[in-house]
């Protein structure tokens, strides 16, 4: 096999009406010269920022790989793996571990220990005043108003003596509105980090005593928990059921008229219950998206309820055709026991006693790994950007841009110079600056974002090491030597048939490929499809039941993608970099989720062999 290397920053062309697109970014974002020519090895994180970033959009990128990288370097002081570095090249995020220097692994490993001891020792107590501090960070935030400033200040202002105009309150609520974003990502990783340490001891416990164990055996002896990041499609579940239960079926033939659907079920005998039933679960469980939170045009249910109400008309209509709607807890806590009691089986004494330690812990972690998407990516994220485009309409009300979403076109600091303009002008009576400059601004970034859009980011940069070693790279994301070997290989199959990636979910299936470039196209998806995607959300439960498959580009054994289609038992692979590019909807596909392998049949060649085996049999 030859081996090559990915192109480098300075390699990849512009997108035409896309230059200058650099200046759309912090200076501190983007590759600096000497990093476009270096040798550094990059990758994509289409798996969190599949679509190129708004100005604005960046918070979320930056915040969370920073906050993700603190727990590693300051926290916990792990002692293989410091923090990510990471870029945004042509609109796209791209990472880079940063390894720890071997000369001092030892020394961060009593440090380690202790502070990764505490919280395993007294994980359910902390986990408490986890879930405490992001609901009260999501409280704070529904409290924020962004008003309009008045024409005068309020007499009792004036004999108060609050010597002060309100315009502070503005400026305030903004900084604090930033600040609660930046302290739920702190918040997100104070355990995930962690809960995947706990998986990766019992991973490695297990090469270690079974050199030939597959690592879907280990994954599956944690499966079929009770996840809170289930709970909304379980809602979506339950009223559809109970829609059936109180024969409600017809109300439901045009979901897309969300006020007409629901006053059609009020108009209905056991109505009223179905609606109390359906707004009782909109808190907290709406506040959830079919993108993945990191958006600010991200979708959620609580704001458009024609998706939720589209979920639960596709499981009155399954449930008309006696499918089975719930997902299979039963069979994958069976498969679960059977495979922990197989390989328990094969120890004894300290090994098995080591054993049973490390599984237990990793179960203890297991569930956050997906829980703390809920609570951060889809609740808490679902009231910022709520927020978000609340000072957006007030600033477009002021005249600053003509959309509502003209805001995402400048950075988190251009917005907060935006406010202070527009205090000013108010202030001394005079007009804002704004409004004759952001208009224009915003349509030429505007522009520059679209033409960003036209073109697909690489799957990485520059020339990879000779062995990938970091573990998080490979579990999350799906980055091993072998597969950036695979993406870079000359002596692939040769009609580029065979796709190849990670096992990340076990059966086999043939069906025919849907591949969609975003949230917006499933409703394509239709039933017996095998889903080709950059990467699939939590939140595309609802759809899993009718598709054979999913295959996405980036994903590693411990992915959303992967995690999530084994809870439905759904065969996957991940992380085969160039899926949605290889494969177009339509084609004819063989999905082997045990192997990590797709085949892109073709159905030419089986006519072909059909017919000879008819004329043989003629003969």
Partial sequence: MSFRSFPKPSDLTVPAGAEGWERLYPYYLTFQDDELTDDKFWFCDSQHWPTVFRPFETITG??????????NARHLLIPNANGIEFRVHLGYLYMSPIPVPADQIADRVPHFEQRAGYYFQ???QLLDKWYGKVKGTIHELEELRFDRLPDMVPIDDITSGKSKDGSEVLLENYDRLIQLCYQAYQYHFEFLNLGYIAYLDFFMFCKQVFPDIPEQSIATMVQGVDMDLFRPDDELKKLAILARERGLESAFG???DVEGTLAMIRALPGGEEWIAAYEGAHEPWFNFTVGNGMYGHDKYWIEHQEIPLGYIRDYIDRLEQGHRIQRPVQELVAERERIKSEYRDLLEGEALDTFNAKLALAETAYPYVENHNFYIEHWTMSVFWRKVRELSRMLQSEGFWPDEDGLFYLGRNEVRDALFDLVTGWGVGAEPVGPSYWPAEIERRRAIVDALKTQRPQIALNTPPEEITEPFTSMLYGITTEQVNSWLSDDEDADGNVLRGMAAS??????RARVISSADELDQVQEGEILVASVTA?????????I????????????????????YNLPAVTGTGTATTSIRTGQLLRVDGSAGVIEIVDEDALVREGLAGLQSHAH
């Fill in 254 to 256: 045009n979901t897309a």
């Fill in 506 to 511: 076990p059966g086999a299936v043939q069906g």
């Fill in 538 to 546: 939590p939140s595309w439960g609802p759809i899993f039941g009718k």
């Fill in 122 to 124: 007294n994980w359910d």
């Fill in 548 to 567: 054979k498959a999913t295959v996405t580009d980036i994903g590693g054994m411990m992915s959303h993608a992967a995690i999530v289609c084994r809870e």
């Fill in 62 to 71: 930056e915040f969370a790989v920073k906050c993700l990288g603190q727990y």
